[in-house]
Nanobody
């Protein structure tokens, strides 16, 4: 049984930082592209960032324009974990953040219809 378990959400002031973690189990982690999506109140779920594993040449990342330069996604295949470092947080970053996995380690993950497995989400609130 595949499980994706997120942690690290919480309340942070504008301009602050948080790091989200997602631990995966029940799958061969390096065979999956991993990513983060988010859903703000009253809005549709949207792509945030993804990281694929291309083997000997390492990982490749892609980001939504809204978070480029502020968020960094990374993965640790030895720990079956994907991270999202979020800096310079803004109130508009407030959302439930979901970890996502797509089969095909070197595939590009950007659309929610491509996701094979979802985590249950962790809430990030950016407010003063």
């Amino acid at each position: 049984q595949v499980q994706l378990v997120e942690s690290g959400g919480g309340l942070v002031q504008p301009g602050g930082s948080l790091r989200l973690s997602c631990v995966a189990s029940g799958l061969t982690f390096s065979n999956y592209a991993m990513g983060w999506f988010r859903q703000a109140p009253g809005k549709e779920r949207e792509f945030v960032a993804a990281v694929k594993w291309v083997g000997w040449s390492g990982s490749r990342t892609n980001y939504a324009d809204s978070v480029k330069g502020r968020f960094t996604i990374s993965r640790d295949n030895a720990k079956n974990t994907v991270y999202l470092q979020m800096n310079s947080l803004k109130p508009e970053d407030t959302a439930v953040y979901y970890c996502a996995a797509k089969y095909g380690g070197a595939s590009t993950l950007r659309e929610d219809y491509d996701v094979d497995y979802w985590g249950k989400g962790t809430l990030v609130t950016v407010s003063s």
